[in-house]
């Protein structure tokens, strides 16, 4: 079971995300479902991608199997919130933007 933890680290960092971006989004249509499967495998990408450096830095055999799986999950995580936040800061500049027009 402890052999399996890393994989269960980095499956559940995905679904974490999967499930708070559709738990955030305003409406449960398939455009939006979609749009939040694609954006949390992006988020997911940018976790491996961070992995990806530490692996490279010490190598593959000196590499510990836990630690790849923190440091996907860390980097998924801060992905969301990047996106997040962003996407607040647009959806902010829009409503500016339509008071201004009234």
């Known amino acids: 079971m402890l052999d399996l933890m890393p994989s269960f680290i980095v499956l559940g960092s995905l679904l974490v995300t999967l499930f708070f971006l559709i738990k955030r989004a305003p409406d449960r249509k398939a455009a939006t479902i979609v ?25 593959n055999e000196n590499s510990n199997p836990m630690i790849i799986a923190v440091l996907v999950a860390f980097g998924t995580i801060s992905a969301m ?22």
């Not at 495998?41 to 940018?46: D, I």
């Not at 919130?81 to 009234?102: F, H, T, V």
């Open 35 to 59: 749009n939040c499967v694609l954006m949390s495998a992006l988020c997911f990408v940018g976790g491996m991608l961070i992995s990806a450096m530490y692996t490279r830095a010490v190598g």
């Open 81 to 102: 919130s990047i996106y997040i936040k962003l996407d607040n800061k647009q959806k902010l500049i829009k409503r500016e933007d339509n008071q201004e027009q009234l």
